[in-house]
């Protein structure tokens, strides 16, 4: 075989292979959409879990993972912010930076599941908090702070140095000028990032089944006072979150349409993450050329 | 005078300043504290099978049977190791071809594609949450294996499938950058000396960029270790260590999932399944060192 058809071949195999995962995620989202539109409805969205008849719904799994998104975010930006600009700017270059490098690679490399086991035995057993959305957030945002430290990072690396010189140079203070100067500018970045971790969130459920629980008690929603316990608003209360509703659909589900639940489920997660990935696709853009001189 | 005049301006500088150093330093404090009670906390449950419980190390690491809830418990924890590396590792057998192939359409053969189309198909891919893939697995690979090969469907063979298109994002992305950042007199040079394309990538790129491509391949690895419910929901949960691809089995993480909420906190069963967490989290830490030597030798 001559060098040149060998060429032809292996150029063949490589653009089918790549056609071939093309055609695996289109048949993969195809697949969820099909089985899972014709699930969707009014009804689906805002009523309860049946248990063992048929027609349940998925409301309170729905709001509960939107709740947890927020209150999850309200504790991982500031932290994680916080964290990034201190790796970026304060910390001086050396062994003890270069340990702490370490600590947050290794942290980011830990599995999920041990993040919610760690969150069982000490948010929820050592610290009382019990089964309920707090656990499940402080879970979440150990899962999540080491992402939110890479992309804080990465937002102020992509500021000039000449931004952050001139600033120094007027006697601003190092934090006025990180919090003034250098933030707004990585803020693109930042946020974008910020998104992208919110999907991350909305979709996991290993960390969560053993902090956030697995139950889903009623809820009322006219009730809006977070210190009543079947207020959807209370932090205390265990909750069910969307993907963790899947799998239990899945593995224990008795309902005689839980395949159908699950599907529709899936679909509802699956259009949700697509949104904040178009989202952060735009939003980053946008911002970039508002920001920029560039078209 | 006019001294006592500057140190009034300076004072509230220096307090700013104060505010921004000890913010971001607790914040970095808390990141650290995290990880060493996490490790401390794992660590101390997990060694308590073997110090209070008085189950021997090498029983659980070699022997071949789990039986927490009978009258002799056994805890043997062999095929769940077995069912974790055989997985991962088949998983980025399939998941490494496949994503060196998308990054070589992405880099060398059509950038302008790649960038507008096959990147965004990766990323989504990256953005589907595992339990999604577990759900498809468990409604489309498992019947089809149903169907093709003897057994029930689940099994090795169909997690490792679902965790390669897991995986497959991390993998293809790393190839990317590493090709991406290649020196391009390198790949000019050998064009230069009349070889194909083909030769080029396979003499010339694929050698050069080896140790980044196994980079990501390690971190799929790791990704893959660690996954837990796409897997359970696919591998069948039988604490045994199969005949075949296709036949139901379990890994470390799928015995946890599945058990963690049915035994009672500081019961042996219970630290038992602390003693598998306490694996998980010994070797997530020889994949990250492995990640790091690796990445010592890119930069050689």
């Known amino acids: 075989?001559?060098?040149?058809?060998?060429?032809?071949?292996?150029?063949?195999?490589?653009?089918?292979?790549?056609?071939?995962?093309?055609?695996?995620?289109?048949?993969?989202?195809?697949?969820?959409?099909?089985?899972?539109?014709?699930?969707?409805?009014?009804?689906?969205?805002?009523?309860?879990?049946?248990?063992?008849?048929?027609?349940?719904?998925?409301?309170?799994?729905?709001?509960?993972?939107?709740?947890?998104?927020?209150?999850?975010?309200?504790?991982?930006?500031?932290?994680?912010?916080?964290?990034?600009?201190?790796?970026?700017?304060?910390?001086?270059?050396?062994?003890?930076?270069?340990?702490?490098?370490?600590?947050?690679?290794?942290?980011?490399?830990?599995?999920?599941?041990?993040?919610?086991?760690?969150?069982?035995?000490?948010i929820v057993n050592k610290f009382n908090l019990g089964f309920s959305l707090l656990s499940g957030a402080l879970a979440l945002t150990i899962f999540n702070l080491p992402l939110m430290v890479r992309i804080t990072e990465q937002g102020l690396r992509s500021v000039p140095v000449q931004q952050k010189e001139a600033s120094l140079a007027l006697g601003i203070s190092k934090w006025k000028t990180i919090r003034s100067v250098?933030?707004?500018?990585?803020?693109?970045?930042?946020?974008?990032?910020?998104?992208?971790?919110?999907?991350?969130?909305?979709?996991?459920?290993?960390?969560?089944?053993?902090?956030?629980?697995?139950?889903?008690?009623?809820?009322?929603?006219?009730?809006?006072?977070?210190?009543?316990?079947?207020?959807?608003?209370?932090?205390?209360?265990?909750?069910?979150?969307?993907?963790?509703?899947?799998?239990?659909?899945?593995?224990?589900?008795?309902?005689?349409?839980?395949?159908?639940?699950?599907?529709?489920?899936?679909?509802?997660?699956?259009?949700?993450?697509?949104?904040?990935?178009?989202?952060?696709?735009?939003?980053?853009?946008?911002?970039?050329?508002?920001?920029?001189?560039?078209? | 005078m006019k001294k006592s005049n500057d140190r009034e301006v300076a004072t509230p500088h220096l307090a700013e300043e104060w505010v921004g150093k000890v913010y971001t330093f607790i914040c970095i404090l808390f990141l650290i504290i995290t990880i060493f009670s996490m490790v401390y906390f794992v660590a101390s449950k997990g060694l308590s099978t073997f110090i209070v419980n008085g189950v021997n190390v090498k029983d659980l690491l070699t022997g071949l049977k789990w039986k927490p809830d009978s009258d002799t418990p056994m805890f043997g924890a062999l095929p769940f190791i077995f069912g974790s590396f055989s997985t991962s590792i088949l998983a980025a057998i399939i998941a490494a071809p496949l994503g060196f192939c998308a990054a070589v359409f992405m880099v060398e053969l059509s950038p302008k594609l790649g960038r507008t189309f096959m990147q965004p198909v990766i990323e989504l891919l990256a953005g589907i949450p595992s339990v999604v893939y577990g759900f498809v697995g468990l409604s489309v690979i498992v019947p089809l294996f149903r169907d093709l090969f003897p057994g029930q469907g689940v099994g090795i063979a169909a997690g490792s499938l679902v965790l390669a298109f897991m995986i497959l994002p991390t993998i293809t992305t790393i190839a990317t950058d590493a090709l991406a950042s290649l020196p391009a007199g390198l790949k000019e040079g050998s064009y230069a000396l009349g070889a194909t394309r083909w030769q080029t990538i396979y003499r010339i790129v694929l050698p050069t960029t080896l140790p980044a491509q196994m980079t990501g391949i390690v971190l799929g690895i790791a990704r893959a270790f660690g996954e837990a419910l796409a897997v359970q929901m696919v591998i069948g949960n039988a604490p045994h260590i199969p005949h075949s691809l296709f036949e139901s089995t379990s890994t470390l993480t799928s015995a946890i999932t599945l058990s963690m909420g049915n035994t009672a906190m500081g019961s042996v069963q219970n630290n038992a399944l602390w003693s598998l967490a306490l694996i998980l989290m010994l070797m997530t830490f020889v994949f990250v060192f492995i990640i790091r030597w690796l990445e010592g030798r890119k930069k050689l």
């Open chain 1, 182 to 295: 250098q933030l707004p500018i990585a803020l693109p970045v930042v946020l974008s990032g910020s998104i992208l971790a919110a999907g991350r969130i909305f979709g996991e459920a290993a960390a969560l089944l053993f902090t956030a629980g697995m139950s889903s008690p009623r809820l009322d929603f006219s009730d809006w006072n977070p210190l009543h316990s079947a207020s959807p608003l209370n932090p205390m209360r265990p909750a069910e979150t969307l993907a963790v509703h899947i799998w239990k659909v899945n593995s224990e589900g008795l309902a005689p349409d839980a395949t159908q639940i699950a599907a529709g489920a899936s679909a509802v997660l699956i259009i949700t993450v697509l949104l904040f990935n178009l989202g952060a696709r735009a939003l980053g853009r946008y911002m970039h050329n508002k920001f920029t001189a560039s078209k």
């Open chain 1, 1 to 122: 075989m001559s060098a040149k058809t060998a060429d032809k071949i292996a150029t063949g195999i490589i653009i089918a292979i790549t056609a071939l995962i093309a055609l695996a995620l289109i048949g993969l989202l195809g697949y969820i959409l099909y089985r899972g539109l014709g699930h969707i409805s009014w009804h689906f969205l805002t009523s309860p879990p049946e248990a063992i008849r048929k027609g349940g719904g998925i409301g309170p799994q729905l709001f509960n993972s939107l709740f947890l998104l927020v209150l999850t975010m309200i504790i991982t930006v500031p932290l994680g912010i916080g964290a990034g600009i201190y790796m970026s700017e304060y910390a001086k270059a050396g062994k003890i930076t270069s340990a702490i490098r370490l600590v947050v690679e290794v942290l980011s490399s830990f599995p999920s599941i041990i993040v919610g086991l760690f969150g069982l035995l000490v």
